[in-house]
């Protein structure tokens, strides 16, 4: 049912309470599709990111590892062992460092040089760097161990032609952060970067998107389905309320974080 599919975006705990409210959410659900418009012109350029980490503007970076990753992580990880995982727009994630230390792959893209250069000094884990041939001006930084590789450029100048395929993706503050507009650039790049059995987890955001500007930016479940529902299988695993004193200043008074695991159909 139509309902039971759009559900997370809204996070009404009484849907079922009654028919009538059943029907007064369901209406809401059709007048929130349309909300994205509202964040529609909003384009994020690389100097407003930059700038936000060189003047220590990043709320944003958690100190642990995300508690819906440690939740979901056996979901994402399907059983196996030694997993490739991509984080795009990576930042400093203490994430990295977690599945890392649990024998995974990781391999992060980020367009700052000073969020890069922050893990590696807070995680106190040695590293060494070099040109990547590939991308000019792209620089790549490996751990001493091999198991974290970084590479410093925009999400746009990668590719599977020499960062490979993943076994999963950790899309924590990608997808909310990039500019509405490039969405679907965004998405076919993360398809391309698929292995077949990838699993892909996924963190958006539902709010009153007339009320905040973003980043971080609403992103329904209409839009997650417009961009990966002809190829992927999206399965809807749990809405928390997120909402803050950061929301509040905003002007929101819900703030739902949705979290979505993404696989592909088979072919």
Known sequence: MLLAVQLPEVNRASILQSENETMADATEIVKKNDFDKFQADRVIKVDEWLN????KQTPFHMNEAHKMLKKYVDVMLNGKDHLRILFPLCGKAVDMKWL?????KIVGIEVSEKAILEFFTEQSVSYSKEA????????????????I????CSIYDVSSSFIGKFDGIWDRGS???I????????????????????????????YDPRLHKGPPFFVPFSAIEELYGSTCNIKFLEAADMLT???REWGLDYFIQNI????????
């Open 175 to 177: 997808l909310v952060a």
């Open 260 to 267: 979505y695991m993404i696989t592909l159909k088979a072919t």
């Open 132 to 147: 990547v041939s590939d991308v000019p001006g792209a620089t790549l930084f490996k751990s001493s161990d091999g198991k």
């Open 100 to 104: 890392a230390d649990l024998g995974h």
């Open 245 to 247: 004193d950061r929301q």
């Open 179 to 206: 500019s509405p507009c490039d969405r679907q650039r965004y998405s076919e790049l993360m398809l391309s970067l698929m292995e077949d059995d990838c699993c892909y987890l996924l963190e958006a955001f539902d």
């Open 149 to 152: 590789s970084i590479y410093c």
């Open 52 to 55: 936000r980490w060189e003047n």
